[in-house]
Each structure stands twice: as structure tokens, then as C-alpha cells.
């Protein structure tokens, strides 16, 4: 799958270039064009899938460019972008039969997902062509067509009970309005390895879930939900809930070990008709949402428990920040989650009631050193990250433990400076083995990326990347020096995986390479 990126703000084409996951979305190339005629000259030369279009744009406008796309490239889909929610753009944008639009500045999330249901669709239709040659028996086995059905059905999209159970029943789905299912939701949390390719990863969920799920039933599909999020259908006529279950924890399992990933599978207690499927959808989409403590396995619905009357004791709180005592209130309220979680208590609303009292707190401890919001969010913490803190206990934790330490270095801002920059020297210490970068450290101590390489400099008198390939060579040379490894070895224990980089800073460092200082080093040795 190839894509191009057109757009008139050569800012905005560099940013979705290194911003979006290719790799995830299965997009084998990227190209970037700043203008219709750049553009052109690259679908001479490429056989693109998918075009990433602005709408306004000097001379040629998106509309204008894809209108004279649509005549020579009939296969090549296109996903305008636009920063005004105009009515006209997309109308006209809906005659070009546009694959999808969005609003600027989107998310690159967002870009990554609109990009993900535009390759299906294109597999899709290349499905329809393979099948109008080999007839009807490779029709039955048209599981695309299935999933996008199901997945309209159940988000909602105008299709009545009959109206989907009869598309289903066509390609492999055999059911009526009234036919039980069950529906299970998939979520993947985190990835403990490199992600998987989105067409190999769904083709090896379907598969293993089909065998686990063979006693079952033998009509089980799986589609994308969006946002790493991938339900489960299945007809449940006379089926054994015990069995399900268990395939699925096993699921979970299969997905820890093959796909080195970490999923939640959340199921509702009992089986529902066809018709009612679009309900259990949205109930298990909330369920997710409350999972705020990122869960893993199988989670069966029985047994929730509501909210505990265990509340936060934010008067103390304050008080014992405005003295000062910070690490207090971080253990405080890491204990109080901790209590909350065993209880089974913790959802969204009550994560969000709690991120809006702790910001009320913070913001008026704050006051009292005469700090301004926006300078702390624009140089020491993320605005959106502090903003969006409540969509998961790790993230709201992350922002608490930020808040309460930065309160706790403003006592005395020589010290609180030295503290932090303790913090990244910790962190260095730690971690130089692997190939860290100023990203990566300062998401580790709560710092703006910007602001940790002037606080580095201002207090170490040396920059943060200058300072790392130091502490790099340091270890090198003890290496070379003291031990027989390999150069190569050696290279990838001070964070080099390019052999050449570290040769070259190497040089740069002690000004021979890393052979000529070993040969050195050899002939130094006293004869014995």
C-alpha cells in the first residue's frame, strides 16, 4: 500500500510523514507533495493507493487536483483534509466520492484510523474483482464483506435488524433478526514488542479465535472497532458460555505469547439476540472506557461494583502542599487508588471528578508562588497530556506525581532545578546502555523535551546530546581499554545499533578510530 501526502504547508506534509505509524496502518511508502503539479509527477512514477489531500491550497485546489485524479487513476482513493467545517467542500468532496474527510488539526491517531478503513475498503474491492472470476464458492468466503456489515450494523449506521442479518446470511453469516449471538470486545493496551502489520494481525486474531472458538460455534467474525479496539461476534445458538469463556482467557493468553501484546477481552453475562446487538456494543464500549486501570485477560461483567463512599481528603492535601510536603501527598494518593482498585470501585466518572478537584488544588497552590498556568504547560508539562490526565489511572498518576514534584522543587528553585537534573543523571545512569534520547528521558521525569535541553544546559554547562555521546565514549574507551569484546559489542553496550555512528563519534571524541585505539592500547601493555 502506497500513499501520498499533498499539501500546499511543507510543516504540515513533514509532520504526518514522520508522525504517522506507517507500519501499523500497513502503508509500505510515504510520499509528500506540496502542490497539484508535484503531486502528478509522483502518480506518473508511482502507482498510489491512497491520497492524503488539502483542500485549500494556492492555484489547483485539493477538490480541483482530485477531480483530474478521478479521470486517469479511477482506483485511487483520497482522504481530504480541511481547517473549516464547510458545508460546501463537503458536498462537492461527496460527488468526487471521496473515501473519507477530516477536520484540521487532526490527531494523528485520528489520520492513522481514517487511513486504516480506507485500506479495507481498498481490500475490499479488490476482493470483488477476485470473486467475480472464481464465482460463487470464493463468494462465501468474502469475510471482508461480513466485517464491514457487522461493524456498520452495530455503530449504528442506518441499517435495520433484517436489513443486516439478510447482508450477513449472503456472505457466511447465517442469521435472522431473533438468531442469539454473543459479542465479546477486544482491546488491545500495549504492545510489549513491535507492533504487527494491521492485515497480518486481524488475518491471525480471526484464525486463532475461529479454532479456540470451533466447539462453540462455527460462525465467529472479527472486525476493527477503531482505537486498537477489535469486537467479536459470534453465533451463541445452544452454545456453552463455560467453553466460551475459557477460549477466550485463552485467547488473551495467545495474544501475550504469539502477538506479544497485552489485551482486555470484556464479554457480557449472557447471549442476545441479533436485533440487539448494537446496545451490547455501546455497553461494552463503556465498559472500556472504565477499564481506567488498563486490565488485562478476560473480564467477565459480573460482580461490578459501584463507586465506594471513600473519599478524597483534598483539604489536607492542600495544605500539606502549600508546606511543601509533596512525596506525603503522592504516597497518599497512590494509596487511595490502590484502595479503590482492590474494592473494584474505580471508573471513569469518578477518575474524572477526581483529575477536576486535583487540578482546583494545584492551580491554587500554585498562586501562591505567583506561577502562571500557560508557562508551566508550555515548558515543564504537556497541556494536552495534562488535560486528557483523566482517561486512565497511569496517566493521572503521571500528572500527580509531576504536580506534587513540582511543587515540592519550587520551595527553593536552585535546589528544585538540581533535583530534577539529579533525576535525569539517575536516569542516564540507568538506561545509557540503550539507545536513549532526549524524548524518552524527558517523558521519564516529567519534563517538556524543550525545557529539559535548556535546564541540561544552563546547569551541566554541556548540551543533553553532547553529554550523552560523552558518557558513551567514557564507557567505549574503559571497554576497549580493559576487555577483549568485539568493537561491535562494544558499540551496542553504549547504545550504538549503527556500527558506523559509533565509529564516527568515536573519532570524533579521541580522534583515532575505535581499532587504531585498541591497537594503541596493545602496544601500551607492559611485555610480561
Known sequence: MKILIVDDQPDVVKGILSGVNW????????????????????????????????????????????SWVRERYQDVKCI??????????????????????????????????????????????????????????????????????LREFLQGVQMSAQEAAEKAGVFGFPCTPDTRCRCFWLQIQRWEGKPWEYGLLIYGMQNILSELLEECSS?????????DAYPVVMIAEGSDRRKEEEAMAQFCETCRSLFRMEVSCYAGPSTVLFREL??????????????????????????????????????????????????????EIHRYFETLAEAGSLNRELLARFHEDFLELFFGVIQSYQERAHEIFSETYDYDAMLHAS?????????????????????????????QIDRVLDFIRENLPRNIGRQEIAKAVYLNPEYLSRLFKKEMGIGLNEYLVQERMKIAESLLRNTSFSISIIASKVGYVNFSHFARAFKKEFGVSPTEYRKECERDKPEK
Open 23 to 66: 507500519e501499523r496502518v500497513g502503508v509500505d511508502a510515504a510520499f509528500g507533495a506540496h502542490s497539484g503539479e508535484e503531486a502528478k509527477q509522483v502518480l506518473q512514477e508511482e502507482h498510489i493507493d491512497i491520497l492524503l489531500c488539502d483542500i485549500e491550497m494556492p492555484g489547483e485546489n485539493g477538490l480541483e487536483f482530485f
Open 80 to 149: 481530504f483534509l480541511t481547517a473549516h467545517a464547510d458545508f460546501t467542500y463537503a458536498q462537492k468532496a461527496l460527488k468526487l466520492e471521496a473515501a473519507d474527510y477530516l477536520l484540521q488539526p487532526a490527531s494523528y491517531a485520528g489520520v492513522e484510523s481514517s487511513i486504516l478503513r480506507v485500506s479495507e475498503r481498498i481490500r475490499e474491492e479488490q476482493l470483488v474483482r477476485s470473486y467475480s472470476s472464481v464465482g460463487k464458492d470464493a463468494l462465501r468466503e468474502a469475510i471482508g464483506f461480513r466485517r464491514n456489515i
Open 219 to 227: 460462525h465467529v467474525t472479527l472486525f476493527h472497532g477503531g482505537k
Open 278 to 331: 448494537p446496545e451490547e456494543y455501546l455497553r461494552l464500549q463503556e465498559v472500556d472506557r472504565n477499564n481506567v486501570t488498563r486490565s488485562t485477560g478476560f473480564l467477565p461483567l459480573e460482580g461490578t461494583v459501584l463507586p465506594t463512599d471513600y473519599f478524597p481528603d483534598f483539604p489536607k492535601w492542600k495544605s500539606l502542599l502549600g508546606q511543601g510536603y509533596g512525596g506525603a501527598v503522592r504516597e
Open 391 to 419: 482517561t486512565s489511572l497511569p496517566q493521572l498518576l503521571e500528572f500527580v506525581d509531576f504536580a506534587t514534584r513540582y511543587v515540592e522543587e519550587k520551595q527553593d528553585t536552585a535546589e528544585g532545578n538540581r533535583a
